[in-house]
């Protein structure tokens, strides 16, 4: 009875150390498989990250191949519109010196003010928009008046110029471009040459005073252009009686 007890006891303890075993395994086992499955959770995760990323290259390199050839069709339409320009801007330049030239300004459009053997006149930038706007065949054109400054922007064309009027030959005015810009992009000056080739804008105000004068100066304000004129001696002897 005695070793019968005892190799029960025995095979009992076997039992318990194979059952901790047991468990001891399973659980390690159990570990094994939710650190795989954490593993393949991940792998799945960096892959869909890893095709999420291919997606958004194919896109970008797409949206770059779109804007390269958007880019190019506007490079090719901008290219189109200035070779365009500079066909027509010599024929509205010559077209807008005849507008000026001939075209009459009222004297109670010009602020006239008398000074020994010479005249100081004003006229408003208005004055000559409206003049030019006169000529419906025109592109439109206006003019603004700055200090030391004129500008001259057709809206149509995109095309905007500045620079100064000088005197030129006693009587003419000519436009002295110093800068420029084309859809907002500015022009070198090998541009803008380009687009006087044919004539630069020169024109003759025809006042109503007198024509035997002579601009001794001339200068921009706000609005408006400002010149000195010296009349000759019988006209300035006519304006004294």
């Known amino acids: 009875m005695r070793d019968l007890t005892r190799n029960t006891q025995k095979l009992m303890e076997l039992l318990e150390e194979s059952k901790a075993k047991q468990l001891t395994e399973k659980e390690n086992l159990a570990q094994k498989i939710a650190s795989l499955e954490d593993n393949q959770k991940l792998l799945q995760e960096s892959l869909t990250k890893k095709k999420q990323l291919i997606q958004d290259q194919e896109k970008y390199l797409t949206s770059l191949k779109e804007k390269r050839e958007s880019y190019q069709e506007n490079l090719s339409n901008l290219q189109l519109n200035w070779d365009e320009l500079k066909t027509s801007v010599p024929v509205i330049i ?96 090998g541009a803008i040459e380009d687009l006087f080739l044919k004539g630069d804008l020169v024109f003759k105000l025809k006042l109503p005073m007198s024509t035997n004068y002579r601009l001794n100066s001339i200068r921009t304000r706000d609005g408006s252009l400002e010149l000195t004129i010296t009349l000759d001696a019988e006209e300035a002897k006519v304006k004294d009686d």
């Open 94 to 189: 010559k077209e807008l010196s005849r507008i000026i030239d001939e075209g009459y300004i009222p004297p109670e459009k010009l602020n006239i003010s008398f000074n020994f053997m010479s005249i100081r006149g004003t006229i408003d930038e208005k004055t000559l928009n409206d003049l030019i706007s006169e000529y419906p065949l025109l592109p439109k054109i206006v003019l603004k008046f700055y200090p030391n400054n004129v500008q001259i922007s057709m809206p149509e064309e995109n095309l905007v110029l500045s620079g100064n009027f000088v005197i030129q030959e006693a009587q003419a005015l000519k436009f002295q471009v110093k800068e420029g810009s084309f859809y907002g992009m500015p022009l070198d000056a």
